[in-house]
């Protein structure tokens, strides 16, 4: 498989499990089919693509120009609206499709931005900013406080990873397609760790002598 | 009347209907005239036109490059601070203010991206956004949840009809000023209809057995 | 010293007053070490200059591309965790910093318009802008109700002052690194007097024979 296929691949696969998270958000909030749409939108597409694209001045963003984009959206929201994907261990469900597209979106950030040819700075931020930013405006849009402030959790934290070991693969010149999958995985492996053993980073504030 | 006259009376109708809607919600939260300035101009300018111009990436967006734009966002935070236009009637108020923006934004979104050469899926997609991103952007910064979100409306669904039967007239090549006013009129009268008989959409989730 | 140098001194003050305003709301609102560098960047780089820039299309924004801005963020969310910049007296030392930050802004977000080539209105506006939306955004994000809404005080109203100013000395051609300073000063001492003696503006309604 190719480099190009490899990316739409990824790309579709992780707009689809930001959209589901975003279609759960609004079922968890009691919003109607069309918000259920719009949230999965938020969360799929303009959170991740449509701000890197944005950032990346590369012309009308690819989730607004190529209406491929919009078939995983409209699936995750018909798949939650159908039960298929069942609301009813609703917390769990929603964080285990958010953490794919997390993995997902901080390979696929980084790599469209080195291909634009950012610095690797930069890559390793884009390619944070694109996974975090799909959960972040579902979850402001929402009116709720973003997962990625929830301190009893490691969210940002394995994106920045995540970018980082991208932005090192193409400088190094062993990025490919197993990479990007490997890289997604043992991300999501993190996430996935972080949440069953409830590690925590630090506060904002350094406080001696208390125990988190 | 020109097609290019036509379109920026209608902008800047459709502006100043978001921007009333602005400062209404600044009234009704509180706020001074400035934030009632900044409301109207989030609603009238940011939400729409520029999330659609950023999109488009067609240079600096016309709502910042077009001073002529700021007129209708000043003349409605004027008339609301004069009680010309009254908010003790503020929540019928302010939905048919929006009811306005919603209809015009659609219309005009639409066509601007249709311009710019967009596939028609786009042109429907970014009519909506257009649409809808006033609202939401200042439902947003006051910090409520979006009206585009409320389950006893429908709300988005007009949008992405008006956006539909624009795209539609454009790609027929019988679009021009009666078509955009005729649309426009229109989706109001669905907006209008929605609200006065209670209309719903499904919620994000089939619920076999209940009724809504 | 040159303008070129004097605008990236000043960028990169008002990026880490902004940053800092970020990590201790970041500390406030209790969240971790992580959050805290979010909401510093969001603060510091995201509303300021990256919407600036975003808006002016000039490719790449210069927070994204040019590395060196990271590292005012990165060391304020370090001397906010440290406490070297104390959090016990969090909301007027968070209050001081976002009035450097704003102060600077308007002055470097209408400069960059100007040289962009700009109208002097749109200058004035997206100073304002550049001023006003690293506070906005990052309260946004943080689910609480913005600063520039908040009728006891006046926030937006020196911005604009300070936009409109730049702007005038720059079509006057007597702008220059002294008056960049003198300009953001004076800006800091309204809003400092501002909020000393309780300055007001007036509701974004009139109410006769209310006294505010």
Known sequence: ???????????????????????????????????????ASLAGLGGGGVIRDVMLAQGVPTAFGAPLYLIPVALAALLVFLRLIREDRLRRTLLAFDAVGLSLFCVMGSFIAYETGLNPVAC?????????????????????????????????????LGAAATTTALELGIFNAFAAVGIAAGIFVIRFLALKFRWRVPLAVFRPGTIR
Chains 1, 2, 3 share one sequence.
């Open 1 to 39: 498989m190719s480099v190009e296929t490899m990316v739409l691949a990824l790309e579709l696969v992780g707009t689809f499990a930001f959209a589901v998270s975003g279609a759960l958000l609004a079922v968890k909030k009691g919003f109607d089919i069309v918000g259920s749409l719009l949230l």
């Open 124 to 160: 390793v931020l884009l390619g944070a900013t694109t996974a975090v930013g799909g959960g972040a405006l579902r979850d402001v849009v929402a009116n709720e406080v973003p997962q990625i402030f929830n301190p009893d959790g490691v969210y940002a934290a394995p994106a920045f």
